[in-house]
């Protein structure tokens, strides 16, 4: 018997936190960076990965993915056409977390249990973390019928495609509303909120509830990704600690 704990238990332990995105990093020195963010007490690193199809912009894919060598665990964002098909490359090339955008696939259910038979290529028995993201304009009540098969429910506070877009509002209602869903539901679901996440909103932020806030070109910004880390994260750990 492992006494490894499932990702969403060990989620767990150190939520709320922030899951730091990739994008704007300078990667030139990225080494030194993500010993700045670690030793920050950063958990999470966020790969923004966009074919140009689903969305504008054309980022990044696995090869980029498994070559970052990290103790961080890999929260791989798929903002791509037809995921199911790639799912077993994202997982093969390291991915930890893995979070689909629910416009994007034509079988969420389908895509979901199969993320659910696939095996985590780091720690196999650790599992892989399964995520549905949603855009801003996507209703709610679509991740309804697939709370049975997902851990993490991101909501987009942007639309898919930059970073250093600003925060869309309505994202506040949405967090209450999830929460409100997975209470009558009776599932404990991890809930993500990403996108336009800055040290001016953090504050704000941290009040509405969500377990994982991503963050990515307010912590790479050229210049200290450490410290921009930290601070996120103490705020994070008062305004939960102010909830108390
Ligand atoms: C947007 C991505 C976000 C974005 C976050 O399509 O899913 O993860 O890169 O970047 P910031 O924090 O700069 O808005
Ligand atoms: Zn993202």
Redesign the pocket.
Known sequence: MSNIAPLNLHLRTFCPTISV?V??ADWMKLDVDLLQIEQAGVKLL?F?V?DGRF?PMLTLGPPLIKSIKTSLLKDV?L?IEDPLSQLETFVSAGADMITVNVESCRHPHRVLQALGKMTNANVPERGLLRGI?LNPGTPLNVVEPLLDETDMVFL?A????????SFVPDAARRIAALLEMSRQRKKDILIGL?????RKNIDEIARMGADVI?????VFDGKAAGENAAFMLKTIAEARKSRL
């Open positions: 995105g994008l704007t966020h923004d966009m969305c964002h903002m993201a987009l942007v639309n898919p495609g930059w970073s250093g877009q990403d996108g336009g996440v800055t991503v963050t990515g070109s307010a």
